[in-house]
């Protein structure tokens, strides 16, 4: 599932569909993976955290890769004043929001004083499981991780920045990365699909259309909000 940027409605609705879509499929070992940047710009991030986090859906386990958004999160957690004025411009003001710090002091507080109001408003269990999500996850063939690789590198020798951060040089290659990448992180109009990656990021903060894609073996499906 790609980058949910705190629409929890695009969530559930998106978790009924993959539900509704696996069950006459058979029995199965199935994993839903969240592509990370479940927080910022949308109004419910806290409750896309709490929804992860005490996931029960029956149908599947869940695995969630960490994003650079939920990597500036921990960033300001752990007292990086100088990381906060960037993250609040694309996305932390709308996080701090939905977990109760009050928008008077977003918009004239300290850096000090919102760094504070982050660590009391932000509950422990949620910074902990935070702190504790993987860079990526490899399965059957696929690479999934938020951003993308450095493409020419190995992937066990690819760097925290890359993997969160990555754009064009990742985007535009055609190097086959020994499997298929996964990614979210760059908004695209349509699910990207080439032959040495998937682009799932479609915009859902803003287009309403989250999207996820069906792995089974050879065969690829693709389900969207």
């Known amino acids: 599932m790609g980058d949910i940027h705190g629409r929890l409605d695009l969530m559930d609705r998106l978790t009924e569909q993959i539900a509704s879509d696996n069950a006459p499929r058979g029995r199965a070992n199935v994993t839903v993976i969240l592509l990370g940047d479940l927080i910022d710009r949308g109004p419910d991030s ?7 986090i005490g996931w029960r859906e029956e149908f599947a386990s869940l695995q969630v890769l960490l994003g650079n958004h939920e990597a500036s999160l921990v960033s300001v957690l752990n007292g990086d004043t100088g990381w906060l004025a960037s993250w609040l411009t694309y996305g932390g003001r709308e996080t701090l929001t939905s977990y109760g710090v009050a928008p008077g002091l977003l918009r004239v507080g300290s850096e000090d004083e919102i760094v ?66 996964v990614h979210g992180h760059s908004i695209a109009d349509e699910i990207e699909e080439r032959p040495n990656r998937i682009g799932m990021d479609t915009g859902a903060f803003f287009s309403d259309t989250l999207s996820a894609v069906g792995l089974e073996g050879e065969d690829r499906w693709f389900l969207q909000t």
């Open 116 to 181: 504070a109001a982050t660590r009391e408003k932000v509950p422990a269990a949620h910074r902990e499981w935070l702190e504790t999500l993987p860079l990526s996850i490899e399965k059957g063939g696929y690479w999934f991780v938020h951003a993308g690789i450095q493409p020419g590198k190995p992937l066990a020798e690819q760097e925290a920045e890359d993997l969160l951060w990555i754009r064009e040089k990742f985007l535009n290659s055609r190097t086959d990365h020994g499997a298929v990448v």
């Open 46 to 52: 806290a409750r896309v955290v709490e929804r992860a």
